[in-house]
């Protein structure tokens, strides 16, 4: 097909094979022309500047440098950044909206493993299994016939912090279970929250009366320890936080003084600093369940965000547009 659009991946080399295996590849290779041996980790080199020349759509991923104007300018005929990833927020500048180019992400198919994982974390700490595990492996306490209180998923009141894309997945990946869900969105208002089928609460309620709280907004600076000392202060004794979006929502000081006290539990997949310190107390902590930010997409999940960007090039070539468009405005509410 001679009439195939250019594109051009602009990405960490080493990623493209998982996002875009073989039988993705060749999708993706019957809508556009793009050479698998370009890769534009740099966008100074002399094949990325020939390439940049005819590219119409730029696929770009996880080590894609900024798009800024001398990118823009070496590509006249661009017409969208279909984004391999989650969030765009250091990858465009201004110039990009200022031209008006398309832009859409696979950030909806990156929430689906973030929310798996949050889905997991909510039904652990509802039985109790962080804090039975650890009985076991100390005390070889055993116990079957011993019937535990306070354990179990049945009326639990799990409390979401953000209807992001993640926040609305894990809610409907919730709707299967004996589970009352509250939110807190300030963006949301009571018809909405109808329709996702939640109980629309302000925050310090939903810290107050839910069992589980887990967070899923953005980082912005309105964010910034949105739960902090006063909002965990208010989480009923033996509560559970779970935090798969940014570190810097909760006060790790505040929150480590809660957990040092045996009153709250912790699943952490991201911290406030990250890499978190050699030192920091959370490591020790038995209520405090630790992991290497690993919710988002890894190993075979990164070929459903090829697939998703696929899909949306299908949609643009089509004459349709995005289904998971992007626009500037929506950057200071979005992760």
């Not at 440098?65 to 250091?90: F, M, Q």
């Amino acid at each position: 097909m001679v009439d195939r659009p250019a594109a051009l991946f602009a990405l960490g080399a080493h990623h493209l094979p998982e996002l875009y295996p073989p039988r993705s590849m060749h999708r993706l290779q019957r809508l556009v022309r793009v050479d698998e041996t370009v890769v534009a980790e740099r966008f100074d080199t002399d094949d990325v500047q020939a390439a940049l020349a005819s590219t119409e759509y730029l696929i770009t991923g996880w080590g894609c440098p900024p798009i800024t104007t001398a990118v823009l300018d070496a590509a006249p005929r661009l017409r969208a950044i279909l984004h391999t990833a989650g969030s765009v927020k250091t990858l465009l500048t201004a110039e990009c909206w200022e031209r008006g180019l398309a832009v859409t992400s696979a950030a909806s198919a990156n929430a689906v493993p973030v929310a798996e994982y949050t889905l997991a974390a909510i039904l652990f700490a509802g039985k109790d299994v962080f804090r039975l595990r650890d009985r076991y492996h100390s005390d070889r306490h055993f116990t079957l016939a011993e019937v535990q209180t306070g354990v179990g998923n049945y009326g639990r009141r799990v409390g979401v912090i953000g209807a992001s894309r993640i926040g609305r997945r894990v809610i409907e990946l919730l709707r299967p279970f004996d589970i009352e869900v509250y939110l807190f969105d300030p963006y949301v208002d009571a018809g909405a929250a109808a329709e996702l089928g939640v109980r629309l609460v302000d925050l310090d309620t939903l810290l107050r009366t839910c069992d589980i709280v887990t967070v899923h907004a953005p980082a912005n600076p309105r964010t910034d320890r949105l739960v902090g000392a006063a909002q965990l202060a208010l989480m009923r004794d033996g509560a559970t936080l779970i935090n798969t979006a940014r570190g810097s929502l909760v006060d790790t000081h505040a929150l480590i003084e809660h957990l040092e006290a045996g009153r709250l539990y912790a699943v952490l997949d991201v911290t406030d600093p990250e890499p978190l310190q050699a030192d920091s107390e959370l490591w020790n902590l038995p209520n405090t369940f630790l992991t290497p930010h690993i919710a988002g997409s890894h190993g075979n999940e990164l070929a459903r965000m090829g697939d998703c960007i696929i899909d949306e090039l299908e949609r643009v070539l089509d004459g349709r547009p995005f289904a998971h468009a992007i626009v500037a405005t929506d950057l200071d509410r979005v992760a």
